[in-house]
């Protein structure tokens, strides 16, 4: 939609905040992958109160670097989009325009990928299911409404993402508001927090290299091709995390089940 409907332009700044959501990224999956280990541990000795601390210490954790992450975009716009290679004109307004809407869904997206790790824990795979099929559908059909009705801009695209996010934590919170949910709010627990990070930070370093290697691509490219050359590699990116998505699954459903096991 950013490419052929609004032009080469928002693809381009597309491309060049994807360093950006990269790192954003991969705090979630920091804290999603960190908290497996602990929450697979308290599982396999039954202990509730142990499931519960992951539980809230892991949403907590994602409240706090989902408004710090807002936080550090709506004050420091201008200096990001300068540090990530926007060139001055369209393309660095688009840029800013585009991180500012998607970062107005910080909460939700970060609840959306833990909310969905817990209930695949209860086995509640429909419910999963469902959560992904609204935040598709509100993405792909909001993107449409965004550019042929309200005519958002790349402002109206990261809103639509934000907006998407926030369906899926509909969606997700009903299942784990349900009976036969097994995780309640408990007390925050400064050990679970230090386990999460133990256990997460190997994600967090992997990402930190893709989003350094993508920023030099970038920078690269801006200076031998111009911005058509970050589009094109824009798409090209999210071609291959299509592949990345099997690894992913894999990983953080064996991290689970070992961890249960040992």
């Known amino acids: 939609v950013s490419g052929r409907l609004v032009g080469i332009e928002a693809m381009s700044a597309y491309g060049i905040a994807a360093p950006l959501l990269t790192i954003y990224t991969a705090l979630s999956m920091m804290i999603v992958n960190g908290v497996q ?3 697979g541990a308290a599982i396999g000795h039954g202990d509730r109160e142990g499931t519960n601390a992951c539980y809230s210490t892991s949403m907590a954790m994602a409240m706090l670097l989902a408004i710090l992450s807002m936080l550090l975009v709506f004050t420091m716009g201008d200096p990001l989009c300068s540090m990530l290679g926007a060139p001055p004109g369209e393309v660095f307004t688009l840029t800013k ?3 500012r809407g998607y970062m107005l869904g910080s909460p939700f997206f970060f609840f959306s990928q833990l909310l969905n790790t817990y209930l695949q824990t209860m086995g509640k795979r429909k419910r999963v299911t469902s959560s992904v099929i609204a935040m598709t559908v509100v993405d792909v059909v909001g993107d449409l409404l965004s550019v042929f009705v309200f005519h958002g801009g790349m402002f109206g695209i990261g809103l639509v ?3 998407s996010y926030f369906a899926s934590c509909i969606v997700s919170f009903g299942g784990m508001l349900e009976k036969d949910s097994f995780f309640k709010f408990g007390r925050i627990n400064p050990h679970t927090v230090l386990d ?4 997460g930070g190997t994600v967090l370093l992997n990402q930190a290299f ?3 290697r993508t920023l030099a691509y970038n920078l690269l490219l801006l200076k031998i091709a111009g911005t058509t050359a970050v589009a094109a590699f824009a798409a090209y990116t999210t071609l291959t995390n299509l592949m990345y998505t099997i690894g992913l699954g894999a990983g953080s459903t064996t991290l689970m089940l070992s961890s249960i096991f040992y």
Do not use: A, E, F, N
């Not at 999460?196 to 256990?199: C, D, G, Q, Y």
């Open 37 to 39: 280990v602990p929450l």
């Open 161 to 163: 993402s934000s907006l």
């Open 97 to 99: 325009d585009y991180l």
């Open 210 to 212: 893709v989003t350094t």
């Open 196 to 199: 999460i990070l133990r256990s």
